[in-house]
Structure formats: structure tokens, C-alpha cells
């Protein structure tokens, strides 16, 4: 089983930048996808962006050019860079990893509020 713990939400300006972590409790190099989603009230949960193990990446057409997602193997952690961040970018986001066989992990969450 996977743990994930998420961390670098917060409060930020429109325009402005966060960073979220992701960090693995094991190799995430052996880990086929890793991946974030979010979830902002009354809304469903949405695929953010995803790294694979070869490190193929693919966005939500909402964040393209504003998110980067990253991978960091000898730290076990992944990344969200977030820029030109948007009121409507505002959402719980959370980790996800995909092992090989269609399991599938989850961490808790981080809050992103982008707001004046």
C-alpha cells in the first residue's frame, strides 16, 4: 500500500503561484502514474495532471500552460507547479498513484484558495 501526504496549499492572490507536493511512501519510480486531481465544492472531481512512469505528462485543457506537473525519484515526490493561478483553480486537490494492476492510492488533501 501506498501512503501519500500532500502539502503547499493555501491562500493566494489570483495571478499568483503555489507549488504542491506529493510526497510516496516507496519508490515512485515503480509507480505507473502519478497524478492530481481536484474537487471544488458542488463540483465533481477532476483529473489535473498526470507523469507517468516514463515520464509522458497530460493536463486538463483548464490548467495547460499555467500547471507543471514533475516527478522527483531520489525524493519520492511529485510536483504541481501552479502559476497565473485563477479564482476558479480554487479546489481541494489531491495526490493519486496507479501501481500495475489497477490499484490505486489516495492522500488526503490540500486546500487551494485563490481569492482577493
Known amino acids: 500500500q501506498v501512503q501519500l501526504v500532500e502539502s503547499g496549499g493555501g491562500l493566494v492572490q489570483p495571478g499568483g503561484s503555489l507549488r504542491l507536493s506529493c510526497a510516496a511512501s516507496?519508490?515512485?519510480?515503480?509507480?505507473?502514474?502519478m497524478a492530481w486531481y481536484r474537487q471544488a465544492p458542488g463540483k465533481q472531481r477532476e483529473l489535473v495532471a498526470v507523469?507517468?512512469?516514463?515520464?509522458?505528462?497530460r493536463y486538463a485543457d483548464s490548467v495547460k500552460g499555467r500547471f507543471t506537473i514533475s516527478r522527483d525519484n531520489a525524493k519520492n515526490t511529485v510536483y504541481l507547479q501552479m502559476n497565473s493561478l485563477k479564482p476558479e483553480d480554487t479546489a481541494v486537490y489531491s495526490c493519486?498513484?496507479?501501481?500495475?494492476?489497477?490499484?490505486?492510492?489516495w492522500g488526503q488533501g490540500t486546500q487551494v484558495t485563490v481569492s482577493s
Open positions: 493519486n498513484a496507479e501501481q500495475s494492476g489497477g490499484f490505486y492510492f
Open positions: 516507496e519508490t515512485i519510480g515503480s509507480i505507473k502514474a
Open positions: 507523469v507517468t512512469r516514463d515520464g509522458s505528462t
